[in-house]
């Protein structure tokens, strides 16, 4: 089931972390893909690229 037909997003109700997870998804052009079908339908390998993004800019700003 996907996460938009259940609930709208909104931005200001994610958390810092759910919003860089968002915009990362978007610079890989999976947003769409993630709003369709949800978090689940990435592949392993997607998941994995967008989590490294997030500690990459995590060790960036220092959040660790």
Do not use: F
Not at 11 to 31: C, D, H, N, Q, V
Not at 41 to 58: A, P, Q, V
């Amino acid at each position: 089931m996907s996460r938009k037909k259940e609930k709208p997003i909104v931005l200001s109700e994610l958390t810092k972390e759910e919003k860089m997870k968002y915009e990362i998804a978007e610079e890989l052009g999976l947003l769409d893909k993630v709003m369709e079908q949800g978090w689940k339908s990435l592949s392993s390998k997607e998941t994995g690229r967008i989590g490294g993004l997030i500690n990459k800019k995590k060790k960036e700003q220092g959040i660790r």
